[in-house]
């Protein structure tokens, strides 16, 4: 079913929430586009200022320059600078609030649904988390503002203080397995929802893109809610094509009334 938004759209989501047992989320850059980040495919994305090629963890480890690139653009504080959670993650976490989420698997960076109010234990980010940068050699784990901090105005990315050895954000690269309990966790939680709703995501990258049809072929709901078409549109219930933001506070708003009404 794909039609320009409209309150039918809006009110057959938010019925398939109020019915569903477990609710899970799976988000993409798209839902935190409306915080002023910019996702990686729309035009003037991500891919389009750097090249994909520099976050491959070859590329990373044979390159000293790459490193220093990325540690520069680190200092620069320009990816995530003050970023704050959007009317999409409130609606996200207003959802766990009202008691009808089991989790939000998120593709995302940016720590934006943990700042909205999901709970970390809830949230599962199958490509890791830029607040952490970690050793390669030893594991050892820092916080990236502290490293950035103590550091700054180097242009040289520092050493592991423990080991000396070469410091990565605690991000994915291409070419990197995803953290393999995360992952493990969030394709359980994606089998066994009774419904899966795609909030901002092109559904390109795998493993991520295959939550929508673990959930569907386990026979729950699938709703996308995303600017654009994706390869998922046609096993979906129901696709909105609009903004997350609107689009997610609408939902909420339906649900809320008709959980008032049952009250
Ligand atoms: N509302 C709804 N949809 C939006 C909005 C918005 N405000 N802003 C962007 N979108 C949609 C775009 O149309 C696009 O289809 O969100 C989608 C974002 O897709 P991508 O930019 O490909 O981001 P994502 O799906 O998260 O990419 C997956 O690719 O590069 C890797 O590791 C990176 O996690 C990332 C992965
Ligand atoms: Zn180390």
Redesign the pocket.
Known sequence: MTDPLDEKMVSRVAEMIARAGDVVVF????????SGIP????PG???TKFD?ED?TITRFLESPETRRKQWRFLLSGDLFRDASPNA?HRAIAALEAMGKLDCVIT???DNLHQKAGNDRERVFE??GNMRWIRCLDCGERYPLEEILERHRPAVDPPPCGSCGGILKPD??F?GEALPDETLREATRRASQCALLIV???????YP??YMPLYAKQAGAGLVI????P?PADRIADVVI?????D?MERIVADLRRRMNRCA
């Open positions: 988000t993409g850059a798209g839902v935190s586009t409306e996702d990686f495919r729309s994305g991500f891919w994909p976050f999409a593709q995302n960076i199958l490509h991000v994915v291409f909030v901002g995501s092109s559904l390109v990258v991520a893109a809610v995303n600017w654009t994706t094509h609009a903004a997350a933001g689009v």
